[in-house]
C-alpha cells in the first residue's frame, strides 16, 4: 500500500450510493473536482482530515472508522457519556469484587507489616491499588511524598510480599547481630574479672613475702 492510497474509497462510494448523491454533488461539498473525487474513491488518493470529517458527517458515521476502513455509526454524545458511565461502573463492580478478593487472600497469610489494598485517595485525586504499612499506619509513598499506585491487585500484592520478606530479613540480621554482640559481651567480661583476680592474688602473695622478709630482718636484729 501506499502511502497515498486510502482504507475508505470503496466505503465512500457504498454510502454515496446509498444515500443518492451523485459524484458531482459530493465532490463540490468537498471543494474537490470529480476526477479527484475518482482518485479518492479507487483507493489511490487521501481526502485531507477536515475533508474526511466531512464526509463522516454528511453520512453519518464514524471518521475514525471511516479512515481505518470501517462502516460505523457515529456514537452521540449521550450516547458516548452512557456507555462511559456503564463502563466505569462495571469496573467498580470488578474491582470491588479483586479487592475483596486481595482481602481473603491476605487473611490466610501469617501476621505481615505490608499489606496490599484498593483505595480511593481523594485528596489525592487518584484511586487503584496501594501497599499499607501496618507499622507506620500509612501507605508506603515514592521520594514526592505521593502513595504509590499499583495498576493491578496482583502488583500491589507481589510488591507487599517483597516488602514484607526484606522487612523480616533486616529485622532478622538485628537479631543476629545483638545475640552475637551480646555473646561478645560475655566473653569478654569473665576474662577481664579472671585478670582482675589473678591481679589481686599476685598483689596478696607480694605483699605477703614482703611481710615475711621484714620480720625476718627484723630477728636477726
Known sequence: M???DNNYGSLIVKLREKHNIT?????????IN??????????QAQLTDSQLNM???IFDVSKFALENGEIRPRVKHAELQFNLDKLMEQYKEAVESQAFMLETIQELIPQQRYKAQYSDMKEYDIYGYFVFDTKEQDFV????????????????LEAAKKMDAAYKKEDKDISV???????VT??????????AEQEDKLNKENIISMDDNVEETSMKL
Open 177 to 183: 547481630r545483638d545475640t552475637a554482640e551480646k555473646n
Open 23 to 31: 459524484k458531482d454533488t459530493l465532490a463540490n461539498i468537498l471543494l
Open 55 to 57: 464526509c463522516a458527517n
Open 141 to 156: 509513598r515514592d521520594n514526592n511524598n505521593t502513595p504509590v499506585r499499583y495498576d493491578t491487585a496482583k502488583d500491589a
Open 2 to 4: 501506499k502511502p497515498s
Open 34 to 43: 470529480t476526477d479527484m473525487l475518482n482518485i479518492v474513491e479507487k483507493g
Open 186 to 195: 560475655e566473653s569478654v567480661t569473665p576474662d577481664n574479672d579472671k585478670s
